[in-house]
């Protein structure tokens, strides 16, 4: 990105810092936009160079308070060129080999959303044939395009890993802020307890004793130990080992599609009962499969020249993940007879025994496991550097910001792993209505706060920026939000109260934080070196926008 442009503000223009709350403000950063606060394992700085200062918030009220002028730095697009404040000093720069490039980002996003066509089975038994093969049509472009151009122009307009709870904050308010990272992360974990879920669904036609009982509660205790010990050794699926991962899991699914071609009948799509839908199941089995776009949000600060990078890998990824579902879905309902309830999860690799023999079944049910591994592994180092970034921003205890001798956040992956082990009991159907009932609240403030800072800032630099002025974005707002609406309307009973009593304690656990900071029965401190986007939010002077996705 180009070098960004510092503005003097004069002495007695007040600091701005809404993103942070009661937080410190701006502070200097690396030119390539990168933010060591919250940055990864391979963002840890050398130990021969010394770490930022840590303050705590009343050492920042009091540094803001004796600072005579600030300076409000516009987020330009960088592309190897200093990010600093007038009279602050340059953080050492983060070697350019250590950020994410195009192709590997692309598999990234891949993983965060899909993975493949593993659990897409559901969609079939509930609503038949037709109703799945045109809501994988339908259902990107209501809810995926927008999700997915929104996290362009937020990601790249705010570089930083804590992603979406930094929008929420500047939008809202650090308490909103908080809900925000409450939700996603809370969502996030009951998400994760669904792979190792999903792994054994796949193993147990093979393997019939992991299907129930005590070999099955031993099985999940098992995967989710030993995949949380490998995400605290820091073996993330970043970079090209997403990508073998990600032509491992699509390939046994393009062999199976050449192989069911002479077998197709194209009246077998057509197949539809308006009078026999499960449409709770199936708008649930939708909306899992296709959202999840923000997720890659919270690796902003990783990617090589985002502006350029983050709209073109999320546009790769929407129609990878979605031929990813449409072609293996095409070739399982037209090439054998309908049985609807056999269309559960883990039924491709029946399916591929019937065309293809045991070796393709084998086939998809190893690539079903390492699907599932990288998304376990995925998810939780989102999950566990979520606790960390806003740990390092104040709103939680500092000792989720430790990192464990390898990089990792020891704590975070042990909060995220307990949440994973006590969601194991659920079943598939009761796990993805509870994730995706608060999933529905954290992406209503995400919507909120995209309006918002739209009306609020209007000049405000935006690297990237969705070709829609205010009342377009609105009006691209409404069919997603109408689409939670009635995946919330049509939430179970037990669905419903669970997730109100998470939400309940989101609401109360903030002011219950902010109470024992000021007791100081825990310590609460903030990096200072992360930076005041309200500042950035503030300034007037906009470079040249990109609005092609």
């Known amino acids: 990105m180009a070098a960004a442009e510092v503005a003097e503000t004069s002495a007695s223009e007040s600091v701005k810092h809404a993103a942070r709350g009661d937080m410190s403000g701006a502070e200097a950063e690396a030119g390539d936009c990168s933010l060591k606060g919250t940055a990864s394992v391979s963002d840890a700085q050398p130990e021969s160079q010394p770490q930022p200062p840590v303050s705590t ?7 803001l308070g004796s600072t005579p002028d600030r300076a409000s730095v516009q987020m330009a697009e960088c592309n190897g060129g200093d990010y600093v404040g007038i009279n602050e000093v340059t953080l050492p720069r ?8 195009l192709i590997p980002l692309i598999f990234l996003i891949f993983y965060e959303v899909s993975g493949g066509p593993f659990g897409v089975e559901d969609s079939v038994g509930a609503a038949g044939p037709f109703l799945a093969l045109l809501g994988f049509v339908v259902f990107p472009l209501i809810w995926s395009v927008p999700e997915a151009l929104i996290t362009a122009e937020m990601s790249t307009m705010f570089p930083e890993n804590a992603g979406y709870v930094v929008w929420v904050s500047t939008a809202l308010g650090p308490y909103w802020g908080f809900q925000q990272g409450w939700m996603k992360w809370l969502s996030g974990v009951i998400d994760n307890a669904l792979y190792p879920i999903l792994f054994l669904d796949y193993l147990k036609s093979g393997i019939p004793a992991v299907a129930s009982g005590i070999p099955r509660v031993a099985a999940v205790l098992v995967l989710t130990v030993v995949l949380t010990y490998m995400n605290y050794r820091g073996m993330t699926i970043v970079g090209w080992v997403a990508i073998l991962l990600g032509v491992f899991s699509i390939l046994p699914f393009i062999v199976m599609g050449f192989i069911s071609i002479p077998k197709i009948q194209p009246s077998r799509w057509l197949v539809v ?4 839908v499960d449409w709770s199941l199936y708008l649930n089995t939708l ?35 979605v031929l990813g579902y449409i072609f293996p879905l095409l070739a399982g309902t037209g090439a054998i007879p309908l049985q609807r309830d056999s269309w559960t999860d883990g039924y491709f690799s029946d399916i591929a025994k019937i065309l293809g023999g045991v070796w393709l079944r084998w086939w998809i049910q190893a690539a079903a496991a390492m699907s599932n591994m990288g998304l376990f592994m995925a998810e939780m180092s989102c999950d566990s550097f979520q606790l960390l970034g806003m740990a390092e921003r104040g709103m939680l205890p500092a000792f989720l910001a430790k990192r464990s001798r390898h990089g990792t956040p020891l704590i975070g992956i042990l909060f995220s792993a307990s949440g994973v082990l006590l969601l194991s009991w659920l079943s598939f159907q009761e796990i993805i209505a509870a994730e995706n009932f608060l999933y529905c609240f954290g992406m209503i403030l995400e919507f909120i706060a995209f309006i918002r800072i739209r009306i609020k800032y209007p000049a405000a630099s935006r690297p990237y920026k969705v070709p829609l002025g205010t009342a377009g974005s609105i009006l691209m707002c409404i069919p997603p939000t109408a689409l939670i609406c009635v995946v919330l309307a049509l939430s179970s009973l037990k669905t419903f109260l669970v997730s109100m009593v998470a939400v309940i304690i989101g609401l109360v656990l903030q002011p219950c934080l902010k109470r024992v900071e000021k007791k100081k029965l825990l310590k609460f401190s903030t990096s200072s070196d992360l930076p005041d986007f309200d500042g950035v939010a503030n300034n007037n002077t906009q470079p040249a926008e990109s609005s092609a996705l």
């Open 273 to 276: 009962d308006l009078h026999d």
């Open 94 to 101: 983060l070697d350019r080999t250590n950020k994410v490039s």
């Open 287 to 321: 909306f899992w499969n296709l959202n999840y776009w923000d997720s890659v949000s919270t690796l902003a600060g990783e990617v090589h020249n985002p502006k350029k990078n983050l709209p073109k890998a999320l546009l790769y990824a929407l129609i990878m993940v």
């Open 57 to 63: 918030s009343e050492d920042n009220h009091q540094k």
